[in-house]
């Protein structure tokens, strides 16, 4: 299945690098484990930003655009700002990557190596016995030259306040199921959320935990604090495992998007199996990473290898 999705999106291969840049994965991942070891947040950052990036037009890095005075992308969508991190650590590997192999290796395959590399060392650190999601990353894209439009980031990312239906569509508007959009929901087991964005949740939503709605207003007023962070999950917010499904069937997700998954709902038995079976939901991510990772990429003589991920050549 691996191999057929890499023919059908140009020609990706795990070992895209094998004689141009052979370090490329050790680079990656000594620089991403730095990262975490410094800020544990930086997990949940790199997956964001990759999942980010390829629901927005393919997995072409253009979510690493900086905006100019004249215009104003992804980065700087509504549904981007002052909400995706991470930026510099993708600056620092990218520089690394560029000492050891000039104007070889894309953004866009940095990007995808740090999100898996980040669950990795979250799953090595905090998992130890238990294997974590393993998937390899098919390698090959291909930088993009300009970003989407704030209007295209906002219409291709999915809002906190969704549906399941809603949710369905999206994902599958990707080429990516039900079952699909379930297991990589698993991914909010770890960073963190903005008041803001869940304020409504905590105060409005019938199907919440009511000790779990006190707890989250102590942290999130009625007015204001609009962009002070918390953990997605109380638990274990820096650990990768299947805590997140648990919550939802206590009611106790802090995203509406999140709790709509279960609730007398289409996907209730994904989420009932998943809860149970750790192993069954980290091999789910894992085909579904892999699917992610296929969006659309650039290949060939499309798009560039960036220099600076933040600007195009």
């Known amino acids: 299945m691996l191999l057929l999705a890499c023919s059908v999106h140009g020609q990706l291969s795990s070992d895209f690098y094998q004689s141009t840049c052979p370090r490329l994965q050790r680079i990656v991942r000594s620089a991403t484990q730095q990262a975490i070891d410094k800020d544990p947040i930086m997990g949940a950052a790199m997956l964001r930003l990759f999942f980010h990036d390829c629901f927005v037009n393919g997995c072409d890095a253009s979510v690493l655009l900086d905006d100019t005075p004249t215009s104003v992308g992804e980065k700087g969508s509504p549904a981007n700002f002052n909400s995706l991190r991470g930026f510099e650590v993708i600056d620092d590997i990218k520089a690394q990557v560029e000492a050891a192999c000039p104007a070889t290796v894309s953004c866009a395959d940095i990007l995808a190596l740090a999100a898996r590399h980040s669950v990795s060392v979250v799953s ?9 999601p393993r998937w390899q990353v098919p390698l090959g894209r291909r930088d993009a030259r300009t970003a989407a439009s704030p209007a295209e980031a906002i219409a291709n990312l999915p809002p906190a306040d969704m549906e399941v239906p809603g949710l369905i569509g999206i994902f599958a508007s990707k080429g990516l199921d039900a079952k699909d959009m379930v297991a990589l929901s698993g991914a909010h087991t770890i960073g963190q959320t903005r008041c803001g964005v869940y304020r409504a949740r905590i105060y409005n939503d019938k199907n919440v935990d009511p000790n779990f709605a006190a707890i989250r207003k102590n942290n999130c007023p009625p007015f204001g604090d609009d962009n002070k962070w918390t953990p997605l999950d109380l638990q274990t917010p820096t650990r990768f495992d299947n805590k997140y499904y648990r919550n939802l069937l206590g009611g106790r997700g ?60």
Do not use: W
């Open 124 to 132: 090595i650190r905090f998992l130890h016995q238990l294997r974590g």
């Open 254 to 313: 802090i995203l509406h998007s999140d709790q709509a998954l279960y609730g007398g709902g289409q996907v209730d038995g994904l989420v009932k199996s998943y809860s149970a079976n750790n192993s069954a939901f980290f091999a789910d991510f894992a085909l579904a990473m892999t699917k992610m990772g296929n969006i659309s990429p650039l290949t060939g003589a499309n798009g560039e290898i960036r220099l600076n991920c933040r600007k195009a050549n």
